[in-house]
Structures are given as C-alpha cells and as structure tokens.
C-alpha cells in the first residue's frame, strides 16, 4: 500500500513535470510580477484547499527559505466573523467574493484553490477579482471545472484523485514562494 501511493505520487508529479511546467513559470511570473509592482496575493479555497491558502499566504507574510521582507499574502479562509457573517446574511457562495471586493485592487492577484475547479464559492470570487482589475490563478483539477473559463491562467492538475491533486497545488505554491524568494532579498 505505501509503495503503491508514492509510485502514484511519482507519476503525478512526472505528470506535472510533463505537461505544466510552462505554466508553472508562467504563475511565477504572474505572483512575482505582483509582489514587485507593491501589490498583493489573495489566497481562497475550502478544507484542504484552504490550508493550503493559508499555508502559502504564511509564506509571503512570514518566510519561505531565505530571510527577505515581509510580503503581502492574504488567506480569506482564516476570519471566521467575517466568514460566518456573509455566509449568514448573503450564502456561502459569497463568502470569498465579498471580501476580495472588500480588499483587492486592480493589479492585485487572486490565487483560487479548487480540487474540482467548480466551487462556486472560488468561481464568484474570481468573476469578482476580474471586475476589480486583478490577475486571476487557479489551481484545480480533474478537467479544470468551471474555472477554465474564469482564470487568466487554470493549472490544472492531471488527476482525478483529490489527494494527488492537493499534493501537486503545495508543490506548485512551494515553487511560486521559492520564485519570490529568488526576486527579493
């Protein structure tokens, strides 16, 4: 059983290596474009993929590796007033939207998180972030869902199995994070 659910981790990530190191770069260049125009990353997903906004907004507030300064990474999972208010008086569909609208602004980038690309709660949240003028990065998987259609970029990781799939999104963030520590010292 362990030697079988790291072979499958292996492929994935030969997978990855494979078909999505383009766009890798490419989201890079999207959060440390961002961070050295002065602006910021939010950060949005449910369960897993909320840790993992977490984790990687931890990252440009604190450190990844090297000491640098502090960097403005916002997770808009960790408020839990002003989650439970919206989800109270709008719908939890809301919870995000309302509060990229709150807080981003044009040239800022909004990071959704989604195993299946089809939150609905990440997807208003992108519709929001692009009428504010803000750079759109999803990372998802299975087909890309709905965010396909939502995202300046959907990496879209190639499987369907949640596990593999949230794997590769921190490996992702880990490679993002190590780019902003190459730009800033």
């Known amino acids: 059983m362990v030697l ?16 999505l190191t383009g766009d890798i770069e490419t989201a890079c260049e999207m959060m440390t474009t961002t961070l050295k125009s002065g602006n910021k990353v939010l950060f ?3 369960g897993g993929s909320a840790a993992d906004a977490q984790h990687l907004a931890a990252e440009l507030t604190g450190r990844f590796v090297k000491e640098r300064q502090a ?6 999972t960790v408020d839990t007033s002003a989650l439970t208010a919206i989800a109270n008086d ?6 995000f939207s309302r509060q990229v609208e709150a807080f981003a602004r044009p040239g800022d980038l909004f990071i959704g998180i989604s195993t ?10 992108f519709e929001t972030a692009t009428k504010l003028g803000c750079k759109t990065l999803g990372l998802s998987g299975r087909d890309g869902g709905k965010m396909n ?4 970029l959907n990496i879209v990781i190639p499987s369907n199995a949640t596990a593999r799939i949230q794997e590769m999104h921190i490996l992702i963030g880990h490679i993002m994070c190590q780019a902003v520590d190459d730009l800033f010292d």
């Open 4 to 19: 079988d659910e790291l072979k499958d981790h292996q492929n994935t990530i030969q997978l990855v290596i494979d078909q």
């Open 44 to 46: 949005a997903g449910n």
């Open 116 to 125: 299946s690309g089809n939150s609905q709660g990440i997807l208003n949240a």
């Open 90 to 95: 709008y719908h939890y569909d809301r919870v």
């Open 71 to 76: 960097l403005p990474g916002i997770a808009l």
């Open 149 to 152: 259609g939502l995202c300046n």
